[in-house]
């Protein structure tokens, strides 16, 4: 019969012809039925074309067992053989007819309508004395969990394949006796050979270099019975002669159970870093004799990235000096100008006011001026005795711009009038710097506190072993920020270390602050924890000198007289700035509105009084800048004409305020003749296109 394949047990025919195995045969068909491993006997006698079988038989291939054991024709039985097997078990079984003797064949039967499973039939083809085949018994074997799991392993060679072959460098995998059982691509160029030649082979057998074949191979013995992996640096000769180092990690290879079947390992080649790693060594030992030039050329460096620390504070501070420097610009000229028309009005009452306001505003430019040439330009130090609280309250409103309006900034300074000996343009740019990095600390929201105490030092934990003994003015600056880390704290002093990303910091902040400090006679000191915040203290010697701080006249402003006419709302931050507008819009007759801020200007437009004009500066502090508050304020007002002051003169600034028929932009400092020109002209297109709606 062309069998199907299946493990079969000796055939249960009780005929003359079933009965002739020997008897050492049957015992052993016997021992295999018990055991479970048959599950089917036949006998197929060929001249009849009868096959009979058992029930197991039956069973295997769905066929009827009683017609089974009553025998059926091998045609019957093949119809429950897969269709694609059926023409491999004809060919076995004509092969096995055709010489006599065994006969093997692996194959799928059908179980229920669309399930088949596998089994393996063996049986033996007895001839006649004239070599004719004359009957066929044989037995059944169930081979689907065999055939399953080599189905498992072949997916798993298959996928390690492809995975070994992805994996750069050399990786493989040998047996106990250090066969090469799998390799990828980095392995066959390493070899220098196909796989086909190494594959099954030991490193004894594929390569060259005997000596370092056994080498090899008494690793791998030694990590199989040790049981541990281990790295490794190996010397390997090239397909091209020239000598390399790997580094392989070697690991035992151990299957389900754990049990240690082999090796698996991987190389990389780290000549080239070994060849680094020797110039660098051959380098080193000759550094010595440039160690003049190397820290010459650090010097160097150290002084560019101070100027460019310098630099970095000024484009940060840029925004907030030009807006406060063109502010008091405006009132200056302003003042000017309100002198001029006054006088040529014969009035030369209100001159000497608008001399004083005029005065103010230069002194404080002057100022702004000076710190900002102070931070820019490399200079030594120049030490004089100098009010530190004077100087905070000074760089107060500074600082407040820095560090922006989420930050809440306190300034708690000491009683005490006593003044340090240092250079004044060097505290201001600490005191920036240490502001600068609290802001940072504090992640864009928190609180920083900016204190002084004079205070009795001795020596001690207190005071650097290098400082006499005194007493000392300390300017603090404290925030709830981030803190630092014992690692990061232990470093903060050190030049060109920093937290910031690339391109945020030069690193040399604290460490200019700290050489500022022993340059000048005093100290740094921090402390900060995760989470706490940190402190950072300058000390500096103080000493009982008293400074007579500048005397700046305070100068009357009048209630301005108001006129009758169309009403204008003025909205700017700096009060000099809405003195000259607001004076020179009554003296033409205005009735003029005034506001310090973007909220309160909002307020009084939602309000019921007459506003024919509104004239703002663009910054404003607050939640509101002019632009949100007259776009607030036209949605009650929609034909509003808007006159724009703005201390900024980059375009996106002018992009950012439409200059339609209702709007202008000014560009502070201005002339009082552009503000009137400005305001007629917006006030007289509003009056026509309510005349021509009229």
């Known amino acids: 019969m062309d069998q199907s394949g299946n493990r079969t047990s000796p055939c249960g025919d009780t005929s003359p012809a079933a009965s002739r195995p020997g008897t050492d045969a049957q015992e052993r068909l016997q021992l295999a039925l018990d055991a479970g491993a048959i599950i089917g006997t036949w006998v197929w006698d060929i001249a009849l074309d009868r096959v009979t079988a058992d029930e197991r038989f039956a069973s295997a291939f769905g066929l009827c067992a009683q017609r089974c054991m009553a025998g059926i024709a091998i045609e019957e039985a093949f119809e429950s053989i897969h269709p694609d097997d059926r023409e491999q078990v004809a060919l ?332 004044p343009a060097q505290v201001e740019n600490a005191l920036i710097n240490l502001c600068i990095n609290a802001r940072d600390a504090l992640l864009g929201g928190g609180c920083m506190t900016i204190s002084t105490t004079s205070q009795w030092l001795e020596h001690g934990p207190d005071l650097d072993p290098e400082l006499a003994p005194g007493r000392y003015l300390s300017i603090c600056v404290a925030d709830d920020g981030i803190g630092m880390s014992p690692e990061v704290l232990a470093k903060a002093f050190e030049p060109f270390f920093t937290t910031k990303e690339v391109g945020a910091g030069t690193g040399l902040g604290l460490s200019m602050i700290y050489g500022f400090a022993k340059q000048s006679g005093g100290q740094v000191r921090i402390e900060s924890h995760p989470g706490q915040g940190t402190r950072v203290s300058l000390q500096l010697p103080s000493h009982a000198v008293s400074v007579a701080l500048d005397e700046r006249s305070e100068v009357s402003v009048p209630s301005p007289v108001a006129h009758a006419g169309e009403t204008v709302l003025v909205v700017d931050d700096e009060p000099s700035v809405r003195l000259f507008v607001t004076e020179l819009l009554s003296s033409q007759g205005y009735l003029v509105l005034e506001a310090a801020d973007g909220q309160a200007g909002l307020q009084l437009l939602q309000s019921d009084m007459r506003i024919d004009l509104l004239v703002t500066d663009i910054g404003l502090p607050g939640t509101l800048d002019g632009r949100q508050m007259a776009d607030a304020g036209r949605q009650l007002r929609p034909a509003l004409p808007v006159l724009y002051m703005t201390g900024f003169a980059e375009p996106h600034v002018l992009h950012d305020c439409p200059q339609d028929q209702g709007s202008a932009v000014l560009i502070k400092p201005f002339a009082l003749e552009r503000l009137v020109a400005s305001v007629s002209q917006l006030l007289g297109k509003s009056a026509g296109e309510q005349q021509d709606s009229a």
């Not at 399930?115 to 074997?141: K, M, S, T």
């Not at 074949?213 to 020239?242: F, H, N, Y």
């Not at 080239?272 to 190397?294: D, F, Y």
């Open 92 to 423: 076995q079984i004509r092969s096995a007819m055709s010489r006599g003797g065994a006969y093997r064949c692996e194959y799928r039967v059908r179980q229920g309508e669309d399930e088949y499973r596998w089994i393996e039939a063996n049986g033996r083809a007895e001839l006649d004395e004239h070599g004719q085949p004359v009957r066929f018994p044989g037995v059944l074997l169930d081979i689907e969990s065999r055939r399953a799991a080599e189905a498992e392993r072949d997916r798993m060679s298959v996928l390690l394949r492809t995975f070994t072959s992805a994996v750069p460098g050399v990786v493989y995998a040998k047996d106990l006796q250090g066969r090469m059982l799998v390799a990828n691509h980095g392995t066959t160029e390493l070899i220098g050979k196909p796989p086909s030649f190494y594959l099954g082979k030991t490193d004894l057998d594929f390569l060259e270099d005997k000596q370092q074949a056994l080498q090899i191979m008494q690793t791998d013995q030694r990590i199989m019975r040790a049981g541990k992996a281990e790295q490794i640096e190996e010397q390997v000769d090239m397909p091209d002669g020239s000598a390399a180092t790997w580094l392989s990690v070697k690991a035992p290879l151990r299957n389900d159970e754990g049990e240690i079947i082999g090796l698996i390992g991987s190389s990389m080649d780290v000549t080239a870093r070994k060849n680094a790693e020797a110039a660098l060594q051959e380098l080193n030992r000759s550094l010595e004799s440039r160690v003049s030039q190397a820290v010459a050329e650090r010097e160097a460096a150290q002084a560019a990235l101070r100027q460019a620390q310098k630099m970095e504070a000024v484009g940060q501070l840029t925004g907030g000096i030009a807006h406060d420097f063109n502010n008091l610009l405006a009132g200056i000229t302003g003042s000017l100008d309100l002198i001029k028309l006054r006088l040529s009005q014969g009035r030369q009452a209100d001159v000497e006011r608008y001399v004083g306001v005029a005065q103010g505003a230069a002194q404080r430019a002057a100022a702004l001026t000076h710190r900002l040439l102070a931070f820019s330009r490399r200079q030594t130090l120049q030490p004089v005795h100098t009010d530190i609280n004077g100087l905070i309250l000074d760089l107060e409103e500074l600082i407040r711009r820095t560090v922006g309006p989420s930050i809440t900034v306190k300034v708690e300074l000491s009683p005490s009038t006593d003044t340090c000996l240092v250079d």
